[in-house]
């Protein structure tokens, strides 16, 4: 590969990683993304000169003036992003460039901008596919600016040379044709220099990213992108939308548990809102008719670091620390204010603020531009079937009459039904664990709706259609059990999310969203209830597909916690551990010097013992004893053999095989020193030629003759020659100074 042809594929390869990382964001449109990949196509076949294309200049002037105005037409009028608006203008800009065969200053603006698009990238993602790409571009970046100063400098010398004129003073002229002859740099040095340059980078850039201050902001992630749509978690949700959620596989939050060992992890589920008034195929907060569930919800009160929900537990933490299950969530980018946490949250900590709505749904400030890492204590202990049994109540509550709400025009079939399925039992546990078997057994689960009539979705669900998704099962046992009486409300949230057993934590996404039915206890409050059958519960496959993508996503983790979480706690944490290390080695190796001492000091007192005592006479022959001077004159011997087969092993009689070019240099400047102790120096102007002429020795003339043979002319020296040269060079070394000095005059 030429250097023209490797400075190329290094340029396309920093501005298509640019690229890449603008698509990664997945905040571009499908037609900005091909149509720009198919610009770096052409621009590619452009700068290799198979495709003969240049756009004047007039034209590319009228088309930038014409384009001036598109962004603020795509972002006025066509509602797009600010930021997407402006990627679309640093494309159009790029293809005027990238369509035309390019000078140094072009490639130039070209860099700017694809550094320009990293950092707008960097704005919109932070995640393993970001630090990849990052990579994958500084290595391009390094080859390309050295791949660039190389050609630059190149260009220049071709040029110069072109340019030199007659009485210009060449110093061995003999050289130029050398010159002209030289192969080009080549790519593979250019490529292991730009990746040692690049480990290099990394090197030092770790300890500088631990050392640099942190700010006190853990929530502030993709600074520009958009957050996902979460369609079932407003204050009015119609039967299907968390159907459409299902579909989605996009990622929605991770979540890491710290659970108590006697309970089984499966039981898990993240609640998010819950909806309690029911109309004709759509479920709404109650608040919501009054304006918006804000109405009844109050701010939970900050105390420390932490939001405590349940305040009445602060006192009595310690009670319930055998059944309290600790979550961090790591919540991508989402345009609803939900906080996801498992039942009867305690407390919250990692948020800016926190309300409580009067269905202890938690929400926080928007956070729809950026990820939100926060955690959660909840007290998961779920009451036994025997508890509950007795936890029964004739009456309820008046504030819990709106959880026994029933629309207008209600099917009156529907209690009907519930009656029936109900019949015999007496406790308000009895009833719902009959009514969700009856539901499980009887309907089958299905993505597929299909409507018979326009009536009620949950009549038409129990009587005509028999298939549905979590919404129309969680619905149906709602409604069914408010027709006994017994106080019931829909929750939306998600499963528990897959499992990776790599780092211990779960990946939840759109289609691990669920709905489920939370029943009224007066002892135990409310308690969760899934009617749901098994076939609408996500089952994961557990082959090498699955350990591959649990693989890459705990490298996604790893990237969260550890870098973007990198944080002042944590840079605290790692000076504390690193103080403790360091102190612990020292106190290890201050013991062992200490132990190795006294081992050598009772080994001293044995031989002192055993041993009598020796006069100056004793060491005086031990010292010059015959074995103690043979081996010091082996060391010497050894030593200056070594020291002579290194001289030998890098003297111009070993290197003439290896390099004969180099090894021609060699000995003719071993010609030009021995001359040089002489008094005798060869001028700056004086080819190698003038210079014999100059000597008249035939020592000279005969080392001058090989050499420009071996230098210039490719030849091999044969026996008979290296011999007249070491010949030469003797004779040379073997002549007196003075005499050399009068025959040079």
């Not at 005027?96 to 200053?105: A, E, I």
């Amino acid at each position: 590969m030429t250097l023209d042809r490797y400075f190329r594929l290094s340029s396309y390869a920093l501005i298509t990683t640019s690229y890449l990382m603008l698509v990664a964001t997945h905040q571009l449109d499908w037609i900005s993304i091909v149509l720009f990949a198919g610009v770096l196509i052409f621009g590619w076949f452009v700068d290799a000169g198979r495709v003969q294309w240049r756009m004047p200049t007039a034209w590319v002037s009228v088309l930038m003036l014409v384009f001036l105005p598109f962004p603020f037409v795509d972002w006025l009028v066509l509602r797009t992003s600010p930021i997407v608006a402006l990627i679309h203008f640093i494309f159009f800009a790029s293809t005027m460039k990238l369509v035309q065969p390019k000078h140094q200053r072009d490639w130039l603006w070209l860099y700017v901008v694809a550094f320009f698009q990293m950092l707008l990238a960097a704005g919109m993602m932070i995640d393993t596919t970001f630090f990849v790409l990052l990579v994958l571009f500084l290595f391009s970046a390094v080859s390309t600016l050295v791949s660039f100063e190389m050609q630059r400098a190149h260009q220049a010398l071709v040029d110069g040379g072109q340019s030199q004129e007659a009485g210009e003073l060449e110093f061995w002229r003999e050289a130029t044709n050398a010159r002209k002859s030289l192969p080009s740099p080549r790519w593979r040095s250019i490529a292991f220099f730009s990746g040692v340059s690049l480990i290099t980078i990394l090197v030092l850039a770790t300890p500088l990213f631990l050392a640099m201050p942190r700010l006190a902001l853990r929530n502030s992630g993709a600074g520009w992108m958009q957050g996902a749509s979460l369609s079932g978690f407003n204050d009015t949700v119609r039967l299907g939308e968390v159907g459409q959620l299902k579909l989605n596989p996009q990622l929605v939050m991770r979540v890491r548990v710290n659970q108590p060992p006697d309970q089984y992890r499966s039981n898990l589920r993240w609640r998010g809102i819950t909806l309690d008034y029911y109309d004709n195929g759509s479920w709404r907060d109650s608040y919501s008719l009054r304006g918006n569930r804000k109405t009844g919800a109050r701010p939970v009160t900050k105390r420390g670091n932490a939001f405590w929900v349940d305040e009445s537990m602060q006192m009595n933490h310690a009670k319930v620390l055998d059944s309290i299950t600790r979550q961090t969530f790591y919540l991508e980018p989402l345009d609803t204010p939900t906080i996801f946490a498992a039942p009867k949250a305690l407390w919250v900590e990692g948020v800016p603020t926190l309300w409580r709505d009067e269905s202890d749904g938690l929400w926080t400030s928007n956070h729809a531009l950026n990820r939100l890492v926060y955690q959660v204590e909840s007290d998961t202990r779920r009451p036994t079937d025997k508890e509950l049994r007795e936890d029964n109540a004739s009456e309820y509550p008046p504030e819990l009459r709106r959880y026994t709400q029933l629309p207008r025009n209600f099917d009156l079939r529907v209690g009907q039904l519930a009656a029936k399925t109900v019949k015999g039992t007496t406790t308000a546990l009895d009833m719902a664990r009959r009514l969700e078997t009856h539901l499980r057994e009887n309907y089958s689960y299905s993505l597929n709706l299909r409507r018979t009539d326009d009536g009620d979705p949950v009549a038409d669900f129990l009587f005509n259609v028999q298939a549905g998704h979590c919404e129309y099962f969680a619905s149906a046992m709602t409604l069914m059990l408010r027709t006994q009486g017994i106080p019931a409300r829909i929750v939306n949230g998600f499963q528990m999310g897959e499992y990776s057993e790599i780092s211990d934590f779960y990946t939840v996404r759109q289609s691990d969203a669920h709905s489920w039915v939370e029943v009224y206890f007066p002892k135990h409050g409310w308690v969760a209830f899934d009617p749901t059958p098994s076939a609408g519960l996500n089952q994961y496959d557990n082959n090498w597909l699955a350990t591959m993508r649990h693989f890459g996503e705990s490298l996604e983790m790893f990237w969260l916690e550890s870098v973007i979480g990198f944080g002042a706690n944590e840079q605290a944490s790692l000076v504390f551990r690193m103080h403790r290390t360091f102190s612990s080695y020292q106190s290890d190796i201050s013991s062992t010097l200490t132990d190795w001492r006294l081992q050598f000091s009772g080994f001293l007192k044995t031989m002192r013992a055993l041993l009598p005592p020796l006069t100056a006479r004793d060491w005086a022959d031990a010292i010059f004893s015959p074995s103690v001077i043979g081996v010091l004159v082996g060391g010497t011997l050894l030593i200056g053999g070594l020291v002579f087969w290194r001289n030998r092993a890098n003297s111009w009689q070993r290197r003439l095989h290896r390099e004969p070019m180099a090894s021609a240099v060699a000995f003719y400047q071993e010609m030009l020193d021995t001359l040089s102790q002489a008094g005798h120096h060869r001028l700056p102007d004086q080819t190698p030629q003038e210079f014999a002429r100059v000597m008249a020795l035939p020592p000279v003339t005969l080392i001058t003759k090989l050499y420009q043979q071996v230098r210039f002319g490719g030849k091999i020296l044969e026996e008979s020659e290296i011999t007249q040269i070491e010949v030469a060079l003797k004779e040379l070394r073997l002549l007196p100074k003075t005499e050399l000095a009068l025959k040079i005059s």
